[in-house]
């Protein structure tokens, strides 16, 4: 039973326009969530994260929305660039000695020129 | 300053070969973890370890072996290598109260 949902396999966005990939969870437990990045033959990396204190956090072009109540979180990136193209990860965590994440599936995301 | 370091980065085996998958981080990390990916389906944790001389099973332990003699070395063997466990699999390492660091991935093919 997968925790951690991410429903769309892709999404494909024009340059300039606002991507928005969407992740659910069904453990109330995690209280903090984070999204990675993962271009082909690399690992994954750290982009933006929030707490489950916080509704919304924002890095440059990158902000992270937290609905608990209905046990979902998205991505915005605004503008989407082309570089922004990878594939992206939505992950949780529950308090605990270790902080395992566990993960989504993952969105391939693809910015048009 | 090479962050975590995963060797080798590409292996095939035959079913039933062993072999062992180095991950090594130089950032004094406290945690350490093992990871696979398959398509479809995300990361799949599967040992960790939250210091020197200890490890833990995660979600997908089975036909997985790991050690951690060293803080800087984490380490994952396979005992009997079958088709199920081609697969990608990463190491990532963090101190606490931030976040994960990812090594760049092993892909194994067991053929």
């Known amino acids: 039973d997968q925790q951690v949902k991410q429903n769309s396999p892709s999404l494909s966005v024009q340059e300039g326009r606002i991507s928005i990939l969407n992740c659910d969870y069904t453990?109330?437990?995690?209280?903090?969530f984070l999204w990675y990045k993962k271009y082909p033959a690399e690992g994954p990396t750290f982009l933006i994260s929030i707490s489950s204190i916080k509704d919304k956090n924002e890095d440059g072009r990158f902000t992270v929305f937290l609905n608990k109540s209905a046990k979902h979180l998205s991505l915005h990136i605004v503008p989407s660039q082309p570089g922004d193209s990878a594939v992206y990860f939505c992950?949780?965590?529950?308090?605990?000695?270790?902080?395992?994440?566990?993960f989504g599936s993952g969105t391939q995301l693809t910015v048009l020129p | 300053n090479a962050g975590v370091t995963q060797t080798p980065k590409f292996r095939v085996l035959k079913t039933g070969q062993s072999m062992t998958l180095l991950c090594a981080q130089d950032?004094?990390?406290?945690?350490m973890y093992w990871y696979r990916q398959d398509p479809g389906m995300g990361l799949r944790l599967i040992h960790y370890s939250v210091g020197e001389g200890t490890t833990a099973k995660g979600e997908v332990p089975d036909g997985y072996n790991v050690s951690r003699l060293k803080k800087q070395n984490f380490l994952l063997g396979l005992e009997s290598a079958a088709p199920s466990q081609t697969s990608v699999y990463f190491c990532?390492?963090?101190?606490?109260?931030?976040?994960?660091?990812f090594g760049s991935g092993t892909r194994l093919t067991v053929v």
């Open positions: 950032m004094n990390h406290e945690y």
């Open positions: 990532a390492s963090r101190v606490q109260g931030y976040g994960y660091t």
């Open positions: 453990n109330s437990m995690f209280d903090y």
């Open positions: 992950a949780a965590s529950a308090s605990g000695s270790a902080r395992q994440l566990t």
